[in-house]
């Protein structure tokens, strides 16, 4: 089934086209990851998604066209996580998972036993039930970074964006946090759409791939039709080899 259906979408700035004349399916139930270089695009096209910019041309959510979704029912079925969160000094770990709750009740409705269940299990999800009574800033960037995904849980959000959520990792906790994106998407019915940098952790953890270049999509397909030396090359502009470890995963390098 489709996820977003997405055609002749661009986007301008005062002397730039940011994206040309996309058009794409994106599928529901699969972790999508959208590649390039920086300045490709990929954070713009995931913006016009959760509807935090402006676009010419027809994008639909679920069969409905943007426009179709009013704020709280897209809320309700998308949660979308930015590249740089806000800050939350002072704030519980519990506090900011159970911001995920907002759309449901309001800034002034009850905080109810059905909300404290559904955080109590998006923590449990996350793994971070152990941090509740944390103040989040004491936490690791890992540590964090699933925090802020129990809070899209809490909201209960079929839909997950994510722009860049391992871009300032470290390895271990890169790894840490793809691997809880891939199992909160095969597991419990999700769809995501994740901004990545790294072709390795794309090709790992994605089931579909969206590689844009200069505003306009150069690769739309399954993981093994990235992993080329071709492709690479025609995405990065960097010559690049491609290493098959024993297991089959195919690993690039610069050649």
Request: glycine share 8%.
């Amino acid at each position: 089934m489709t996820l977003f259906s997405i055609r002749d979408l661009s986007v301008d700035v005062p002397g730039r086209r940011l994206l040309e004349g996309i058009s794409l399916d994106l599928p529901q139930g699969r972790v999508t990851g959208l590649i390039g270089h920086n300045g490709s695009g990929k954070s713009t096209l995931l913006k016009v998604l959760a509807r935090q910019i402006e676009a010419w041309g027809a994008v639909a959510f679920e069969g409905r066209a943007l426009a179709g979704w009013n704020a709280r029912d897209y809320a309700r079925r998308l949660a979308f996580l930015p590249q740089t969160t806000p800050p939350a000094e002072g704030m519980l770990v519990r506090e900011l998972v159970e911001l995920g709750r907002y759309p449901w009740h309001g800034a002034l409705g009850r905080f109810g036993p059905r909300d404290e269940i559904i955080v109590a299990r998006a923590m449990a999800e996350c793994g971070v039930a152990r941090f509740a009574e944390r103040l989040v800033d004491t936490l690791s960037g890992g540590e964090r970074q699933r925090v802020w995904l129990a809070m899209m849980v809490a909201q209960q959000a079929s839909t997950l964006l994510l722009d860049e959520p391992i871009s300032a990792l470290d390895i271990a906790h890169a790894v840490e946090v793809m691997r809880l994106v891939r199992t909160m998407c095969r597991e419990e019915g999700r769809s995501v759409v994740v901004v990545l940098h790294e072709v390795n952790m794309a090709a790992q953890f994605c089931d579909h791939i969206v590689a844009l270049k200069q505003g306009q999509v150069v690769l739309e397909g399954p993981p093994d039709e990235l992993m080329t030396a071709e492709r690479l090359q025609q995405i990065y502009s960097v010559r690049m080899e491609v290493l098959h470890r024993a297991d089959g995963q195919r690993v690039a390098v610069p050649a």
